[in-house]
């Protein structure tokens, strides 16, 4: 089963996307319609669906969406870390309509100017409720919070994490060199897995003129040696990936970065990894 790890889907007649705003290629209304001759033309099964706004109206809109198309497998929703009642949401979403399909959890840490979000008492106790909810939680940071990262990897062992967009790496100007002993750091723990998503949208990796697939190899190949196939999983980022790259490009790119692998290799990064993180049935 091939899977799609991490896509987005917004509707803005139903909810507005500030961050949208001054992107034209992404303020517009992006729907599973709108995806699935996407994911035929690359003969891919089931998709994650991530949340994009810290609020609680979205979550239950992607769970009833899931309830309603197959082809959505899992949900990474919003909840409140802080919230002294966070184990009472969680369940709340796990049982309302579409429920069966929450997966994991994210809030927008890249957003939150403390770089050592993470380590804040009431973020950790939100962060075991997750894990204790039999949750995911997807790590969306900056490469300023990665070290906060490693600490929070460690420090809960319990709770199964997953680094989006490889933790964001800034190519160029030494960003493999500061990037590549955090991931290392990171590999250590077998409780996170990292998405192979996102890259082609970070400064230096697309434009005129650039190779995205030789500028972001050594980035991959420094993932598939330390995490290995089992601990990596394909997301297409897709709409945010539009722009720099159609999804044509990005599961093309996808593919050559994991070129060297064997066939049962890739389809670990292609499905297997995301498959058992997230708990996806066939």
Known sequence: MRIDAHHHLWDLAVRDQPW????????????????????????????????????PEETPDLLALAAADPQVAAVVGWTDLTDPAVADRLAALGEGPGGAALAGIRHGVQDEPDP????????????????????????????????????????LPEVRLVLDHAGNPVPGDGGLTVWSPLMTELAACPNVAVKLSGLVTRPGAHGPGTDPARVLRPYADLLLSAFGPARLMFGSDWPVCLLAAGYDEVVALAEALTGPLSAGERAEVFGGTAARWYGIAA
Do not use: N
Not at 121 to 142: C, M, S
């Open 20 to 55: 949208t705003h001054g992107l034209p290629a992404l303020h517009r209304t992006f729907r599973a319609d709108d995806l699935r001759p996407l994911l035929a033309r690359h003969a891919i099964d089931a998709t994650v669906v991530v949340q994009t706004t810290a609020g």
């Open 116 to 155: 050592d979000w993470t380590d804040r008492p009431e973020v950790r106790r939100g962060l075991r409720a997750v894990g204790a909810a039999g949750l995911a939680y997807d790590l969306v940071v900056r490469p300023d919070q990665l070290p906060a990262a490693v600490r929070l990897v460690r420090d």
